[in-house]
């Protein structure tokens, strides 16, 4: 069974960074690129970063270059989303997808809240 | 950058059609993807490659691409079709961008 599980969110002040993982399991990780989608309190999804499956190719949405930057570890399963320099308008709940050539299975999110 | 347009809402009784529409310059080149997201869950796939119904997808959910346009219906909508649903596809750079349509709230009542 696939699975995808978030972690690592939480509350940060403006400013501050957090770094959030993906557990995934049930799949081959190393074969699949993995998107990251956040989606603000009562708001609409959002695509935000997208990595290829050996981790040599990302791209962001323009609302987070320069301030996200995505990874993986494909030997511990595990796909990242490390956030800087966090905004209040980056408040959200994050969720990873699998992509294999769509975004198919998700995880149940992970609420970032930035906030003094 | 790439927008994807959806109506805010679209609202039917339950037995009715309800039609869902997504445009886009680049679904001229690009296939359109459905997902269902209900209160409190995380989004799920409904409709990929434009008019492909994944497994445990009722049949009566169905898709159609034309020009800049994709639709989603739902023949027969029932109450338990009652949910937001995005359409996403993929930017035409090459870079593999995302984007999500801003949503469409269902009603069935």
């Known amino acids: 069974e696939v699975q995808l599980v978030e972690s690592g969110g939480g509350l940060v002040q403006p400013g501050g960074s957090l770094r959030l993982s993906c557990a995934a399991s049930g799949f081959t990780f190393s074969s699949y690129w993995m998107h990251w989608v956040r989606q603000a309190p009562g708001k609409g999804l959002v695509w935000v970063s997208r990595i290829n499956n050996d981790g040599s190719s990302t791209s962001l949405a323009d609302s987070v270059k320069g301030r996200f930057t995505i990874s993986r570890d494909n030997a511990r399963n595990t796909l990242y989303l490390q956030m800087s320099s966090l905004r209040a308008d980056d408040t959200a709940v994050y969720y990873c997808?699998?992509?294999?050539?769509?975004?198919?299975?998700w995880g149940q999110g992970t609420l970032v809240t930035v906030s003094s | 950058s790439y927008e994807l347009t959806q109506p805010p809402s679209v609202s039917v009784s339950p037995g009715q059609t309800a039609r869902i529409t997504c445009s886009g310059d680049a679904l001229s080149k690009k296939y359109a993807y459905w997902y269902q997201q209900k209160s409190g869950q995380a989004p799920a796939l409904v409709m990929f490659e434009d008019r492909k119904r994944p497994s445990g997808i009722p049949e009566r959910f169905s898709g159609s691409r034309s020009g800049t346009m994709a639709t989603l219906t739902i023949s027969g909508a029932q109450v338990e079709d009652e949910a937001d649903y995005y359409c996403y596809s993929t930017d035409i750079s090459g870079d593999h961008r995302g984007v999500f349509g801003g949503g469409t709230k269902l009603t069935v009542l």
């Open positions: 997808a699998r992509d294999p050539g769509y975004l198919d299975y």
